[in-house]
């Protein structure tokens, strides 16, 4: 889950630097609240907490607004 905030964080820099790709500008708000939630859900699982399960459900559910809004134009 490091690995994915990681990723998260690093999708966000390349969305918003529009020399990389061009994506809308509120696909940055998707990757963000995604790098939040893996980030959440990796102390929460790291850590044995009982909001963790909490945590990687709404990173479940970033993921899935994400690629909804990915082929929404589709």
């Known amino acids: 889950m490091a ?3 990681l990723a998260g964080v ?3 820099w390349v969305i918003v630097d529009k020399s ?3 994506l ?3 696909f940055a ?10 980030a959440a ?3 929460g699982l790291w850590r044995m907490k009982p909001w963790a399960l909490t945590a990687f459900r709404s990173w ?3 993921c899935l ?4 809004a990915f082929f929404s134009p589709f």
């Open 20 to 22: 990389v790709v061009y």
């Open 24 to 26: 809308p500008s509120y």
């Open 29 to 38: 708000i998707f990757t963000i609240a995604y790098a939040i939630s893996a």
């Open 3 to 5: 690995w994915l905030t």
């Open 60 to 62: 479940e559910a970033s």
């Open 41 to 43: 859900a990796t102390v």
């Open 65 to 68: 607004a994400l690629m909804a």
């Open 10 to 12: 690093l999708n966000t």
